[in-house]
């Protein structure tokens, strides 16, 4: 593979969780590298030692660099960069701040998240906007070519997730792009798998807004995530809650929003997560995310060519190119064994719900679905693991 071995030992050793277990979970949740970790606990000792106010103060320099790593990550301006506490909250963020009228249309994806897909729900029932879901090529991703045959000038909103939750669908969210600029139509795009996990270039992508989170594959701390919001948006995109840190208190009766993304912050923060999300940028960087998502689909497509031999597993996954996310089902053994005998051998997977991407489970017709994610820091050994607790498991029935 594009590492050598001694760069993997290197990278294994930067990681102490892989000592303990084999973690295929990178679309829950990552190890985080040492540096990460390391960053966060000298800022809580500093917190401790002279004040959470003063270590913020002392640290500003590096807590405002994190923008900065943010934005060389996907390609954006530092102004461009909102720091939030999860993906979730930065899609709300964005996709609030939006207005819609009665019979405004927003179209998404068959693929979408749930936590996404319940606010359109909410919305439509506030508003009278209607949902509509762009067809699917052959292969399983959203059309493009569907998708431009729906515009009209009632189009307000194209959502998208780029990398689905539940399975190794990636998404055309370029082609996608393409449309929305073509139309002036906002573009929200779901990016909470894809950063570090494959190259974001907010530009190529042509979206409005990008909601991604710190966990999973760019390997920061639990709690952190970040939106973009593109610079032309930021003079008129009112926040849907603001407070005294996205809006100055200007007068009795007036407020002056920022100029910057920081509008969708508020004032208090979690800095030493802040700075251990900025480290695990820069880590990323550093290797590099070509590379990053060379070695990570290629495990995956090894994992997939194992399933496919065992009896009885199905593999899942949609799209003619395919990332780190690998699903499977079994004829008739549950996810949940898998799961629970992956447990015992210290392999830590997860299993995708019909809750996480209803449309898809119901259209697919699709039971829970074992959901297997390495990242580059995995090796071969640990991929060959994983299929012999599954092919043991299959033994037993
Ligand atoms: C595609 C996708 N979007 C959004 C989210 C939500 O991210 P967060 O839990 O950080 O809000 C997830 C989490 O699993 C996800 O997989």
Redo the contacts with the bound molecule.
Sequence with gaps: MNFSTSEIAQLRADTPGTAQCNHLNN??AALMPAPVVDTMCEHFRLEARIGGYEASAQEAERCNAVYGSIARLIGAQQREIALVE??????QMAFHALAFEPGDRILTARSE?G??YVSYLQKARQTGAKIEIIPDRADGATDPAALEAMIDDRVKLIAI?????NGGLINPAEEIGAVARKHGIPYLL?A??TAGQMPVDVEKLGCDFL?V????FMRGPRGT?FLYVRESWLDHLEPPFIDHFSAEWTSTDGYTLRNDAGRFENWENAYALRLGLGVAAEYALDIGLERIQVRAFALADELRAGLNQISGIQVHDLGSARCAIVSFAHDTIPAESFKLAAADSDVNISISSAS?TRLDTEARNLPDLVRVSPHYYNTEEEIAQFLDVVKAACLNG
Excluded: L
């Design positions: 679309a829950g999860n993906a979730t909250v930065a899609w998240y936590a996404n997730t780029h990398i689905p939750t779901d909470c798998q909601s989170t710190g966990r999973k995530g996480s």
